[in-house]
């Protein structure tokens, strides 16, 4: 559904009041929104790498670019800084958030590769970004913290760190939003590739986009299985959301970065968003930043 390609793109979140699709591209450093009505992709390019974005109820956006939290200002384009963290971490970058089910803000960190394939170890943590610009640090020693979801009666966090090939399941505690108590719920196969963004749908079941494995898998945490798997038309795919009027429509995000020219050749598709229909499952709404 979009053409205009995303050499990162990532976190998809559906916006009900502007009935449009947000999104961020991660490397060309820009916050994207667009319109299924107009078929038109604005964007706002902020002065690092952004890793998520996220609604904030008092309109506008969350993001976490580089290693700060800030907020965006849509109409002004202001970037508004909360908080710097990590600042004795120079090749660390924010990746993947989302906002729990109380208004807090979590998004966890990453070290960038500093050749093809070679990257620090165990230099990334999870973070929570409380309504009254509070932080606290939830996990350390991850290595790309990623997709991440709760349960639809609150008692659950999901959590991909994407170098585990796995997604983890914590318990979470509503009231003080803190997480304990990690286990193993998924582990990918090895034609599903590495795990990279994650959604909930109305069912409790988990979609995990599946990156250079050109796929999502719906999972059932219950049983630990994975019981369905959507292909889709390029290999780098990044993330998932629900969204359309009922949310009965999964928007798709990929990326081009990290294919060479002869891939890239056979990959027209290739950092492109794609709408997924007749799912028969729907989503639920996003939550907004309570500040």
Not at 69 to 84: G, K, M, N, P, R
Not at 108 to 120: H, Q
Not at 223 to 230: D, P
């Amino acid at each position: 559904v979009v053409k205009e390609k995303n050499r990162m793109g990532e976190c998809p979140v559906w916006e009900e009041r502007e009935n449009a699709l947000v999104y961020v591209d991660i490397n060309s450093q820009k916050v994207c929104r667009w319109s299924p009505v107009t078929n038109e992709v604005q964007s706002v390019s902020v002065d690092a790498r952004v890793g998520s974005v996220a609604l904030r109820q008092c309109g506008g956006y969350v993001i976490a670019l580089g290693t700060r939290f800030a907020f965006l200002d849509w109409d002004t384009q202001a970037v508004t800084t909360i908080l710097e963290l990590e600042q004795d971490k120079p090749n660390n970058r924010f990746n993947d958030g989302k906002v729990d089910p109380k208004g807090r803000f979590f998004a966890g960190t990453m070290a960038e590769e500093t050749a093809p394939g070679v990257r620090a170890r165990r230099q990334g943590a999870l973070y929570t970004l409380f309504p009254d610009h509070s932080v606290i640090k939830q996990l350390d020693q991850l290595d790309i913290s990623n997709g991440l979801d709760w349960s639809l009666d609150h008692r659950t966090f999901f959590h991909i760190d994407s170098l585990s090939y796995a997604v983890h399941a914590f318990n979470y505690d509503v009231h003080t939003g803190k997480i304990a108590c990690p286990k193993l719920m998924y582990h990918l196969e090895k034609e599903e590739q590495m795990p990279d963004g994650m959604c909930i749908d109305a069912e409790g079941k988990l979609w995990v986009a599946c990156i250079d494995g050109g796929r999502v898998i719906r999972i059932d945490p219950e049983t630990g299985k994975r019981i369905q798997t959507v292909r889709l038309p390029t290999p780098r795919i990044t993330s998932c959301c629900f969204g359309g009027r009922d949310y009965s429509e999964m928007y798709v995000t990929s990326a081009y970065d990290g294919l060479d020219e002869a891939t890239l050749a056979k990959e027209p598709h290739a950092g492109e968003i794609f709408k997924i229909t007749g799912l028969g499952v729907k989503g639920i709404p996003q939550n907004f930043y309570a500040a």
